[in-house]
């Protein structure tokens, strides 16, 4: 059954079309109105006054980023939820480095301010561009974490300027630029390294890792997305007490 769109005060009206189609597909998700079955493309194209080749755009843009499975001759539906056990905290690198008594250093390898990649765009809510850090974290300088974080532009217009190869970045958005991070929603998988990221730790192709997914929101709008590759040997070393 497809849903009346919501009418807000955000709405864009120059968003792409196919983009609104996503936006309301996954709002929908997000809010559990979608649980299994999601409309037609030839009920979307309707509804959103579009044609069955935007509508099917959107869809697969949903399949591609994981949102969705599609199966031929029965539609679209919402994409089955792994089930997550909460082992792991949140909670600074910096202080885990000193619970280990570890020398932490960073490594800043890209920093600056690109298009919205597309598998980002829909997690952070459509900006045209965000900006990208990526850092390398050393454990007594052995690499230990890969962090790729994207950050909407307006939340921390001048952090590019910061120390980033000293400062945390959440410290920085909390304590600088005065943004509350409310909530995180983080997922984590077991895997085997592509040779883009081994290469970074020096490491072969195949090296076990742990990848870690982070959506990061003030007051329920998304403000940082990032992902960490961890090594595989060193990702659950942690002390706390029961």
């Not at 843009?61 to 082992?87: A, P």
């Not at 962090?147 to 217009?157: D, H, M, P, S």
């Not at 995180?184 to 998988?189: P, R, V």
Request: with cysteine.
């Amino acid at each position: 059954m497809i849903r009346k769109q919501p009418q807000t005060g955000s709405d864009k009206p120059l968003l792409p079309k196919y983009k609104k189609i996503k936006s309301y597909i996954l709002e929908g998700i997000a809010s559990h109105s979608f649980t299994d079955a999601l409309p037609s493309e030839n009920q979307l194209a309707d509804f959103f006054s579009v044609s069955r080749m935007t509508a099917r755009k959107a869809m697969d843009e949903l399949k591609k980023e994981g949102h969705i499975t599609r199966i031929n001759g029965k539609g679209s539906f919402v994409k089955t939820q792994k089930h997550y056990s909460g082992f792991f905290r949140v909670r600074p690198f910096k202080q885990w480095a000193k619970d280990l008594d570890v020398d932490l250093t960073t490594k800043v390898l890209k920093a600056g301010v690109i298009e919205t990649p597309g598998e980002v765009s829909g997690i952070l809510g459509f900006p045209e561009q965000v900006i990208l850090v990526c850092r390398l974290n050393y454990f007594d300088k052995l690499p230990v974490r890969y962090a790729v974080r994207y950050l909407r532009t307006e939340i921390a217009a001048g952090i590019l300027l910061d120390d980033l190869t000293q400062e945390s970045i959440n410290e920085l958005i909390a304590n600088k630029y005065r943004v509350d991070i409310t909530r995180i929603s983080q997922d984590l998988n077991a895997i085997g390294l592509s040779k883009k990221i081994a290469d970074i730790f020096r490491v072969s192709p195949g090296y076990p890792a742990f990848h870690f997914k982070r959506t990061e929101f003030s007051s329920n709008r998304p403000v940082s997305y990032v992902e960490y590759f961890m090594r595989g040997e060193i990702a659950f070393r942690d002390t706390f007490s029961p």
